[in-house]
């Protein structure tokens, strides 16, 4: 089955910077690539997806980017502020049935 | 509103004793699926379900049972509760399956003692 690994598991950034957080998977057949943010106390809601098709797709402050060959994409936030600290999730799932596979999350912190 | 309700959203309870979350959802979604949060562990796939009366296991299924006797209703059963089953629990929809967006329930936060 499908493995995805999130890399850093925590992710501190001052205010204005920017954040990146990676993740590999395992089949070479997933297509879909959504990414969750989960503030605290809070349930887990789509920021930005993309599809096996598309290599980056932006979204105002965040992109995502994906590398089919390497198995791997990524989550940017550019001019990170408060709000942005949250748990980021990404997953990875192969068809319309079928499992959704979630990293272990990242926990990013915005210091002002 | 468009939501995903589930209940309760607290549960203290003790070992062995059965209980019964429910999920329940508005949006006329086919697709339902439990998860357990853990810290380090990210969102783990307990069951989904493709639709009425079809229902699969996800990655840890062991302790836990579903059904889907209604399209809106999802509930996730412990027979007998064990601590390990301590977690927070999301119940989640989307319209087209694992491809589409999942909207997330309020969670449970479960402690088996």
């Known amino acids: 089955g499908e493995n995805v690994e999130q890399h850093p598991s925590t992710l501190s950034v001052q205010e204005g910077d920017s954040a990146v957080i990676k993740c590999t998977y395992s089949?070479?057949?997933?297509?879909?690539f959504p990414w969750y943010k989960q503030e605290l106390g809070k349930r887990p809601q789509l920021i930005i997806d993309i599809r096996s098709n598309v290599g980056e797709k932006k979204d105002q402050r965040i992109a995502v980017t994906l590398n089919k060959t390497a198995k791997h994409f990524s989550l940017h936030i550019t001019e990170t502020q408060p709000e942005d600290s949250a748990v980021y999730f990404c997953a990875a799932t192969l068809d319309s049935w079928g499992k959704l596979q979630f990293g272990a999350g990242t926990q990013v912190v915005v210091t002002p | 509103e468009a939501q995903v309700t589930q209940n309760p959203r607290y549960l203290i309870t003790v070992t062995g004793k059965k209980l019964t979350v429910t999920c329940s959802q508005n949006m006329n979604h086919e697709y339902m699926s439990w998860y357990r949060q853990d810290p380090g562990l990210g969102l783990r796939q307990i069951y989904y379900?493709?639709?009425?009366?079809?229902?699969d296991k996800g990655d840890v299924p062991e302790g836990y049972k579903v059904s889907r006797k209604e399209k809106r209703n999802f509930p996730l059963i412990l027979e007998s509760p064990s601590p390990n089953q301590t977690s927070l629990y999301f119940c989640?929809?989307?319209?087209?399956?694992?491809?589409?967006?999942?909207?997330f329930g309020q969670g449970t936060r479960l402690t088996v003692v």
């Open positions: 089949d070479s057949a997933s297509n879909y």
């Open positions: 989640a929809s989307s319209a087209g399956g694992g491809n589409t967006e999942a909207f």
């Open positions: 379900s493709m639709n009425v009366e079809v229902t």
